[in-house]
Nanobody
Framework: QVQLVESGGGLVQAGGSLRLSCAASGRTFSSYAMGWFRQAPGKERDFVAAISRSGGSTQYADSVKGRFTISRDSAKNAVYLQLNSLKPEDTAVYYC????????????????WGQGTQVTVSS
């Protein structure tokens, strides 16, 4: 089992940047592909980005391509999401997730979830 704790959310103006972190503890971090999802009020939890166990493969939602970057640091048991050129529509709770299977974009792929961190982008 793995425990995930997100941090780094906050309030930022449109065009600004944030870096979200997800600290993992428990079983071997390198055994898990990692993903980020987000959920706005009244909406479903949507895929944002994912990274393979090795970090050699990444996937992004079309809405964030070119603006967000996912990365991982196995030495620190952490995964990051760099958010640039933020827009008001990026406002949501951002969740980190882990899967012991192949990296993917569906919620059902991921077995473990963090508690989320709020990102609010003002116009």
């Amino acid at each position: 089992q793995v425990q995930l704790v997100e941090s780094g959310g906050g309030l930022v103006q449109a065009g600004g940047s944030l870096r979200l972190s997800c600290a993992a503890s428990g079983r071997t971090f390198s055994s898990y592909a990692m993903g980020w999802f987000r959920q706005a009020p009244g909406k479903e939890r949507d895929f944002v980005a994912a990274i393979s166990r090795s970090g050699g493969s990444t996937q992004y939602a079309d809405s964030v391509k070119g603006r967000f970057t996912i990365s991982r640091d196995s030495a620190k048991n952490a995964v990051y999401l760099q958010l640039n050129s933020l827009k008001p529509e990026d406002t949501a709770v951002y969740y980190c997730a882990a899967t012991g299977t192949r990296v993917g974009t569906g919620r059902g792929v991921y077995e473990y979830w963090g508690q989320g961190t709020q990102v609010t982008v003002s116009s």
